[in-house]
């Protein structure tokens, strides 16, 4: 069989279109991969994201509830911010439980080192003022908020800062 002009042109041009049709569906079936797996880590690394700045949230209250505290005069009414203090203090170290098994990276680990270090830091100068507080000794829960409470509160506040910088960092990467 003779295969004329338009025949060789015709079968080139089917063979080039089926080529074309065949690349078109790898690539779409490999952007379609590619898209579920970015948006399973955004979704991993914003949950995290948000895990974090609950525990940012949850400190802040809990420095709130304690000078509250120290602001009532009767017991009854210093009962409840130091109860809230207490289920403050239980919600951060869920949280940090949380976000601790979420940790994918070495650099995340690391970071947390510095939050978990600084966290229990804070906790501990919480247990000493709680105290404080329900005896109504505001003067020493001051004095004790003002050295410590603040500082450590601070610094808490600091390492948690920077893990929520490296997960925005990891949202946009």
């Not at 025949?7 to 078109?24: E, I, P, Q, R, S």
């Not at 203090?89 to 680990?109: C, D, I, N, V």
Request: charged content about 25%.
């Amino acid at each position: 069989m003779k295969w004329t002009i338009g025949t060789k042109l015709g079968t080139l041009l089917g063979a080039m279109c089926l080529g074309l049709v065949f690349a078109l569906g790898v690539t779409w079936d490999r952007l379609s991969k590619t898209e579920e797996v970015l948006v399973a880590s955004k979704d991993r690394f914003l949950v995290q994201t948000e895990r974090i700045a609950n525990v940012q949230l949850s400190v802040i209250k809990t420095s709130l509830e304690a000078r509250h505290a120290m602001l009532v005069d009767n017991e009854a009414e210093r009962k409840e911010p130091l109860g809230r203090i207490g289920a403050l203090r239980k919600q951060t170290e869920k949280y940090l439980a949380e976000f601790e098994r979420g940790l994918s990276t070495e650099r995340g680990r690391a970071l947390f080192l510095y939050v978990t270090a600084a966290e229990a830091g804070f906790a501990a100068v919480v247990g000493e003022l709680a105290p404080l507080l329900g005896e109504a000794k505001q003067r020493e829960a001051f004095e004790l908020l003002k050295t410590k409470a603040v500082p450590a509160r601070n610094a808490l506040l600091a390492a948690v800062e920077r893990q929520m910088e490296f997960q925005a960092e990891l949202l946009r990467n």
